[in-house]
Nanobody, 120 residues
Framework: VQLQASGGGLVQAGGSLRLSCVPS????????MAWYRQAPGKQREMVAA???????NYAPSVKGRFTISRDNAKNTVYLQMNNLKPEDTAVYYC???????????????WGQGTQVTVSS
């Protein structure tokens, strides 16, 4: 099972985009869903996360501008990005995790990434 991210594109500074991430197949017992991003020459960083109960957390650089939400029934996660800045330019990846009850190991699912480019 993989995650399929979409919604990226080219936008001017101050604009908005909404990213979506849906699973390609059935997923069960998903705990946290999150968005990461990776800019050229930089390490991948977590942008926002949401747990199954709806609690959220954001990187300081996006707090107040980005909003993460999820549909638990569909295991779908969204990222509403407002007031975009050139420094938000990156490939955005979605992530979901669960714990395998048999082995107690964490299992991660990743999307293929969607490019977000913000022009100044």
């Amino acid at each position: 099972v993989q995650l399929q991210a979409s919604g990226g594109g080219l936008v001017q500074a101050g604009g908005s985009l909404r990213l979506s991430c849906v699973p390609s197949g059935s997923m069960f017992s998903i705990n946290t869903m999150a968005w990461y991003r990776q800019a050229p020459g930089k390490q991948r960083e977590m942008v926002a996360a949401i747990n199954v109960g709806g609690s959220t957390n954001y990187a300081p650089s996006v707090k107040g501008r980005f909003t993460i939400s999820r549909d638990n029934a569909k295991n779908t996660v969204y990222l509403q990005m407002n007031n975009l800045k050139p420094e938000d330019t990156a490939v955005y990846y979605c992530n979901a995790d669960r714990v395998d009850i048999g082995t107690l190991k964490r299992i991660d699912y990743w999307g293929q990434g969607t490019q977000v480019t913000v022009s100044s």
